[in-house]
């Protein structure tokens, strides 16, 4: 169905064409830890965002930018869900840049426990829909979460952490939007060592993160 057809509403070619620019761009959420223990790592943390964005629009992926905050919600510290102006995304790579450089890093648990469930479930909340061009990256020196959930009842394409090991062995179950539209429920996110962010990033390492975000817009369709 062509949007410039006369013979179609205006303000339904008008609806037409956002959902197609909507299934067509990669909607991407930094979920990152705000505890004061990041304060060593969080310098790295950046710079993987930068490397990772720039490796994407290499590709002529210019992806929409979100960030969420983890906190610890039993120590009364609210996950955040970082606005810029009206919306959770932006494709100004400089105000995004700017939001995650000034994120206060503060308290944490003392069992080096924070919520990280509770981040990733507010996270997946903001896109809207389902769709396999929504995608999130985590970042987070946590050695377990104060909190338990599974994601099946939110669809999305891509998931990708820098944890602990300690992290990378709780059950984070995703279901995931696979290319012919079809639900994956047994695939797990892609777990990288948070450590690897204290040395300078390989081209190997930015590129087993970025080619999997920038396959995600193959096949792309409305509905999808």
Do not use: W
């Amino acid at each position: 169905m062509g949007v410039n057809n006369p013979e179609i509403p205006v303000d339904l070619q008008k609806i037409v064409k956002e959902e197609q620019e909507k299934a067509f761009t990669l909607y991407l959420d930094f979920i990152v830890d705000g505890t004061a223990s990041m304060y060593t790592v969080y310098p790295a943390v950046y710079f993987a965002a930068v490397h990772i964005i720039d490796g994407l629009n290499r590709y002529e992926v210019f992806p929409k930018l979100g960030i969420t905050v983890i906190r610890d919600e039993k120590h009364g510290e609210e996950t955040e869900c970082i606005l810029f102006e009206d919306s959770f995304y932006t494709d100004d790579s400089v105000r995004f840049f700017k939001k995650l450089r000034s994120v206060p890093l503060y308290g944490g648990g003392d069992d080096g426990k924070e919520s990280v469930h509770t981040a990733i479930r507010k996270s997946l909340a903001k896109f809207q829909g389902n769709g396999r061009n929504h995608a999130i990256l985590l970042f987070s020196d946590a050695y377990g979460s104060n909190d338990s959930d599974s994601f099946l009842d939110l669809p999305i394409g891509q998931a990708i952490f820098f944890i602990t090991e300690k992290m990378s062995e709780e059950d984070f179950r995703f279901a995931f939007i696979k290319a012919d539209g079809s639900i994956d429920e047994e695939a797990s996110p892609m777990y990288l060592k948070i450590e690897q962010l204290l040395k300078p990033m390989s081209t190997t390492t930015i590129d087993n993160v970025v080619k999997p975000l920038k396959d995600l817009m193959k096949g792309v369709s409305i509905g999808v």
